[in-house]
């Protein structure tokens, strides 16, 4: 899960959703499964007479889902539709975040936070993704045309954020028992009262025990297991992976020229931008397109999408493996300036504590974060239309696992931009380090 902090609401994104299967056994059965599998919050909402949930491994007050209030608000309630909004970091040197929802008829297929330098692809994604019309929504300067002008404020508004809260996923069953224990104290009198409330007291002394354990510093160990046990997506090997895959990807396709690819752990996919005069059209297009290349979809009267048949790998991270963060700055910086005069250029930030749930994020309890043995440190490479040349196959090249390690994870998407004499690309990184 993603949040971010706007006004009085902590705004939350990347949920995992889907339906409630009526014959997955029941919501009591499918909510055990949901909470099994760590996903201890949720929110829900209706559409076309169907439940829908998004689940999340946490809550906290005022924790509101940004996907749900899409769905809810009037502008997009139903429809198939894209919601981009970006927010502007307080940093001036720092990318801008983007909220960015996806409805297929009010049923969220897409709910996440992006750099602003990630819309795009984003955009081909989800074009791809939907393979048909789809409205445009939102607000902001880095997020391209959009056709209908919808602000943070006027989701928030209209989007029913009382009713979007994150709360403990519970089934009802213990309610219902509640209502029968009640029930039976009113029929077999005294005994079943003194026990109800027997009951009842145990209970309320198991969960202040449960919350009780649930210091910042234990929140803090589950979500570095949570965060340990998903795989990355290495730099080096996905720069790698592209690289080699699109060495004979066409640039010209009847009429049309290849304008930008980008390539994340949900797949690859390809941009072109319609030739002038001569350019040819859609239907020119997809009968000049490659077997293997996903569904063609129209984005505009001059852009088309598609798929790629490529797959970045993934590892699993391992503490063993990270590096020093000195070792690696002054490894990579040493390289960066030797290849300086050939135009090569990275940044990165200084080290910074990951993996911080969203209920202590930014709050006083994030300071005694720092001092739990297994807290995760990682400090952010950004490269920037550099020439794709720099990622060749050379002893020399920044990007070889040697200089820039093998548990530096891709941040967001790799993107390939082709303009008429240079193809360059841009990724982020995220370098794990030693404490």
């Given at each position: 899960?993603?949040?971010?902090r706007?006004g009085?609401?902590?705004?939350?994104?990347?949920?995992?959703?889907?339906v409630?299967?009526?014959?997955?056994?029941?919501?009591h059965?499918?909510?055990?499964?949901?909470?099994?599998?760590?996903?201890?919050?949720?929110?829900?909402?209706?559409?076309?007479?169907?439940?829908?949930?998004?689940?999340?491994?946490?809550?906290?007050?005022?924790?509101?889902?940004?996907?749900?209030?899409?769905?809810?608000?009037?502008?997009?309630r139903?429809?198939?539709?894209?919601?981009?909004?970006?927010?502007?970091?307080?940093?001036?040197?720092?990318?801008?975040?983007?909220?960015?929802?996806?409805?297929?008829?009010?049923?969220?297929?897409?709910?996440?936070?992006?750099?602003?330098?990630?819309?795009?692809?984003?955009?081909?994604?989800?074009a791809?993704?939907?393979?048909?019309?789809?409205?445009?929504?939102?607000?902001?300067?880095?997020?391209?045309?959009?056709?209908n002008?919808?602000?943070?404020?006027?989701?928030?508004?209209?989007?029913?954020?009382?009713?979007?809260?994150?709360?403990?996923?519970?089934?009802?069953?213990?309610?219902?028992?509640?209502?029968?224990?009640?029930a039976?104290?009113?029929?077999?009198?005294?005994?079943?009262?003194?026990?109800?409330?027997?009951?009842?007291?145990?209970?309320?002394?198991?969960?202040?025990?449960?919350?009780?354990?649930?210091?910042?510093?234990?929140?803090?160990?589950?979500?570095?297991?949570?965060?340990?046990?998903?795989?990355?997506?290495?730099?080096?090997?996905?720069?790698?992976?592209?690289?080699?895959?699109?060495?004979?990807?066409?640039?010209?396709?009847?009429?049309?020229?290849?304008?930008?690819?980008?390539?994340?752990?949900?797949?690859?996919?390809?941009?072109?931008?319609?030739?002038?005069?001569p350019?040819?059209?859609?239907d020119?297009?997809?009968?000049?397109?490659?077997?293997?290349?996903?569904?063609?979809?129209?984005?505009?009267?001059?852009?088309?999408?598609?798929?790629?048949?490529?797959?970045?790998?993934?590892?699993?991270?391992?503490?063993?493996?990270?590096?020093?963060?000195?070792?690696?700055?002054?490894?990579?910086?040493?390289?960066?300036?030797?290849?300086?005069p050939?135009?090569?250029?990275?940044?990165?930030?200084?080290?910074?504590?990951?993996?911080?749930?969203?209920?202590?994020?930014?709050?006083p309890?994030?300071?005694?974060?720092?001092?739990?043995?297994?807290?995760?440190?990682?400090?952010?490479?950004?490269?920037?239309?550099?020439?794709?040349?720099?990622?060749?196959?050379?002893?020399?090249?920044?990007?070889?696992?040697?200089?820039?390690?093998?548990?530096?994870?891709?941040?967001?998407?790799?993107?390939?931009?082709?303009?008429?004499?240079?193809?360059?690309?841009?990724?982020?990184?995220?370098?794990?380090?030693?404490n």
């Amino acid at each position: 899960m993603q949040t971010t902090r706007y006004g009085k609401h902590t705004l939350a994104s990347g949920l995992a959703w889907s339906v409630l299967d009526p014959h997955g056994g029941g919501k009591h059965r499918q909510i055990q499964q949901w909470r099994s599998m760590g996903q201890t919050h949720g929110v829900a909402y209706e559409i076309s007479g169907e439940e829908v949930y998004g689940r999340a491994d946490a809550g906290g007050a005022g924790t509101v889902s940004v996907a749900a209030m899409a769905a809810k608000h009037t502008a997009l309630r139903g429809k198939t539709a894209l919601l981009l909004i970006e927010i502007a970091s307080p940093n001036e040197e720092h990318e801008s975040t983007v909220l960015a929802v996806g409805l297929n008829r009010g049923f969220v297929e897409l709910d996440r936070q992006v750099y602003a330098s990630d819309v795009a692809s984003l955009r081909n994604q989800f074009a791809s993704q939907i393979g048909k019309q789809y409205e445009l929504h939102g607000d902001g300067d880095h997020i391209g045309e959009v056709e209908n002008r919808l602000t943070l404020e006027e989701l928030i508004k209209g989007g029913k954020p009382a009713s979007v809260k994150l709360a403990p996923l519970r089934s009802g069953r213990l309610a219902v028992i509640a209502i029968a224990a009640l029930a039976c104290a009113g029929i077999g009198g005294g005994l079943w009262v003194w026990w109800g409330a027997h009951t009842e007291a145990r209970r309320l002394a198991a969960q202040a025990e449960l919350e009780a354990s649930k210091t910042p510093q234990v929140l803090y160990q589950q979500a570095v297991a949570q965060y340990l046990a998903k795989p990355i997506v290495p730099l080096a090997d996905a720069v790698a992976v592209v690289r080699d895959g699109l060495k004979d990807f066409p640039t010209v396709n009847a009429g049309w020229d290849l304008s930008k690819i980008n390539c994340s752990a949900d797949g690859c996919t390809a941009l072109w931008l319609r030739m002038g005069a001569p350019g040819g059209t859609l239907d020119d297009f997809r009968a000049a397109a490659r077997p293997d290349w996903g569904p063609v979809t129209a984005i505009s009267q001059t852009e088309v999408a598609h798929s790629i048949p490529l797959k970045l790998p993934t590892a699993t991270l391992n503490r063993q493996e990270w590096p020093v963060m000195n070792d690696w700055r002054d490894l990579n910086l040493a390289q960066w300036q030797f290849l300086a005069p050939g135009g090569w250029k990275a940044d990165l930030a200084q080290p910074k504590l990951i993996a911080v749930p969203p209920e202590l994020a930014g709050g006083p309890q994030e300071a005694v974060l720092a001092s739990v043995p297994e807290a995760i440190r990682a400090a952010e490479v950004s490269i920037t239309t550099m020439p794709l040349w720099f990622a060749d196959v050379d002893p020399d090249s920044p990007m070889q696992t040697k200089f820039i390690g093998a548990q530096t994870a891709l941040l967001g998407d790799i993107q390939i931009d082709v303009a008429s004499k240079t193809v360059t690309y841009s990724a982020k990184g995220l370098i794990h380090v030693q404490n």
